[in-house]
């Protein structure tokens, strides 16, 4: 089923991090990407629009609620790839996983998803079944409070 355009809380479904990590936009930046301690800020709320359908699926673009910027990645090193926000939408898979969880690919590779890290940090990694660290929960929120 696909995913409503809206506002939403992203959480993951860790526990091994602590409890209530949502996705979050450093304040200190304005471009890390982190899973953070939920404080109902504008930095963790996330508006969500479905782009286009492609063979693999629904494509949505995902913006942050405080700065207006998209989720992007980089580099981080030659062997890790980052989460940052840039001005440009990029496009994402949400793959639904049943009980309102699901994991967030990258447009056409499907086994490329967001993980939040140990250190607080998300990345993109593979596909790891069983990784809790691998899958989110969308909260929506009404409209009015982004």
């Excluded at 355009?5 to 993951?12: D, F, K, L």
């Excluded at 989720?71 to 949400?94: E, F, K, N, Q």
């Excluded at 940090?121 to 989110?136: D, R, T």
Aim: hydrophobic share 40%; net charge neutral.
């Amino acid at each position: 089923m696909a995913l409503a355009n809206g506002v939403y809380i992203v959480r993951n479904t860790t526990k091994a991090y602590g409890v209530n990590k949502v996705l979050d936009i450093s304040t200190g930046d304005g471009t890390t990407i982190l899973g953070y301690n939920e404080h109902d800020g504008p930095n963790q709320q996330w508006y969500i629009f479905k782009e286009d359908t492609s063979t693999q699926g629904d494509l949505y673009s995902i913006r942050d609620g405080y700065y207006g910027r998209f989720l992007s990645y980089s580099l981080a090193s030659s062997t890790v790839i980052g989460m940052t926000a840039c001005m440009a939408p990029l496009r994402w898979h949400i793959v639904q996983l049943g009980n309102g969880l699901a994991r967030i690919a990258v447009a056409g590779a499907p086994t490329l998803v967001f993980e939040l890290g140990s250190t607080g940090l998300v990345y993109i990694n593979p596909v790891s079944e069983g990784n809790a660290a691998q899958v989110w929960k969308f909260q929506s929120l009404p409209c009015s409070r982004m």
